[in-house]
């Protein structure tokens, strides 16, 4: 009799369990931002086929927000904070890597900004991105990548000026 009252109660923890794995909590984006970044600037916000992105600012912090699309409803993806002003964050599947980037071009004030995608940090061969034409396009840049493996690993963005020279990024960084 024990033995069938514990397996059950397994049974039941595996049931539960898995029902919590494979639920996905869907949010309101406004409701989110209003709860938890009410007192922060809204610089721009994006939608793609496949997701929400928001930069916000407080002070000298940048927060990249991505709400990921699934019919009508969204759910939060995640965030990256940052001091400087500009980023990337990557999140995916091994089926597909979505980069976000950001820039605060009044700050940075770039023509252009480039950046490498590797298989792994030590892999040779590489995929340079490249996005000319930066102070003809918002001022506060989000800019939404996809790519389907084996890229894995991203390098520093790089930036240059109007007339093609280097832009040193640790002169922006606090």
């Known amino acids: 009799?024990?033995?069938k009252i514990r397996l059950s109660f397994i049974f039941a923890c595996a049931i539960i369990l898995s029902a919590c794995e494979f639920s996905k909590d869907t949010v309101d984006?406004?409701?989110?931002?209003?709860?938890?970044?009410?007192?922060?600037?809204?610089?721009?916000?994006?939608?793609?086929?496949?997701?929400?992105?928001?930069?916000?600012?407080?002070?000298?912090?940048?927060?990249?927000?991505?709400?990921?699309?699934?019919?009508?409803?969204?759910?939060?993806?995640?965030g990256r904070e940052s001091?400087?002003?500009?980023?990337?964050?990557?999140?995916?599947?091994?089926?597909?890597?979505?980069?976000?980037?950001?820039?605060?071009?009044?700050?940075?004030?770039?023509?252009?900004?480039?950046?490498d995608l590797r298989a792994s940090k030590n892999d040779k061969d590489k995929l340079t991105i490249s996005l000319d034409g930066l102070s003809n396009l918002d001022t506060y840049?989000?800019?939404?990548?996809?790519?389907?493996?084996?890229?894995?690993?991203?390098?520093?963005l790089r930036f240059y000026d109007k007339h093609g020279k280097r832009i040193d990024e640790t002169v922006l960084i606090d």
């Not at 916000?56 to 019919?71: S, V």
């Not at 597909?96 to 004030?109: E, G, Q, T």
């Not at 840049?141 to 493996?149: N, Q």
Request: charged fraction near 25%.
């Open 141 to 156: 840049l989000i800019k939404s990548y996809d790519f389907l493996p084996p890229y894995s690993s991203i390098s520093q």
């Open 1 to 3: 009799m024990k033995a």
């Open 83 to 115: 001091d400087t002003p500009f980023g990337y964050m990557k999140v995916g599947t091994p089926d597909n890597i979505h980069i976000v980037i950001f820039i605060d071009n009044s700050i940075v004030k770039a023509e252009r900004y480039e950046f």
């Open 29 to 78: 984006p406004k409701d989110y931002m209003n709860y938890n970044y009410k007192n922060h600037e809204q610089l721009n916000v994006i939608e793609d086929k496949q997701s929400l992105l928001y930069l916000l600012k407080q002070g000298d912090t940048y927060h990249l927000l991505i709400f990921k699309k699934d019919g009508s409803s969204y759910s939060y993806e995640g």
